[in-house]
Nanobody, 130 residues
Framework: QVQAVETGGGLVEAGGSLRLSCTAS????????MGWFRQAPGKEREAVAA???????VYADPVKGRFTISQFDAKNTLYLQMNNLQNEDTGMYYC????????????????????????WGQGTLVTVSS
């Protein structure tokens, strides 16, 4: 079973930057999609960005051009570089793994991918102050 641990959250002023990290341990399948989700207070969880085992990447429209997803050491460490943070970026950020490689690419933006991942981290809190 995959264990995922997120770090890097914190308090930042609007316009600032943070980098989130997610370290995964356990057996990771060769075909996968790993990504970041967030959940703001009182709102539903939403997908933010994803990268699959072919290194194809997809972003949610609200973060496109500001956030960058990347991975290191093949599949064990996932990053989310967040620049020009805004108040609406506040929330708990989770990393997750889906053992289906391409579903995330087609369904991150329409919200259907939220229910698909097979493994989740505990989350790290990002708070953006104005």
């Amino acid at each position: 079973q995959v264990q995922a641990v997120e770090t890097g959250g914190g308090l930042v002023e609007a316009g600032g930057s943070l980098r989130l990290s997610c370290t995964a341990s356990g057996y990771i399948y060769s075909n996968y999609c790993m990504g970041w989700f967030r959940q703001a207070p009182g709102k539903e969880r939403e997908a933010v960005a994803a990268i699959n085992s072919d290194s194809k990447i997809v972003y949610a429209d609200p973060v496109k051009g500001r956030f960058t997803i990347s991975q290191f050491d093949a599949k064990n460490t996932l990053y989310l570089q967040m620049n020009n943070l805004q108040n609406e970026d506040t929330g708990m950020y989770y990393c997750a793994a889906d053992w289906e490689r391409d579903y995330c690419l087609d369904h991150l933006r329409d919200g259907l991918w939220v229910g698909r991942p097979d493994a989740w981290g505990q989350g790290t809190l990002v708070t953006v102050s104005s």
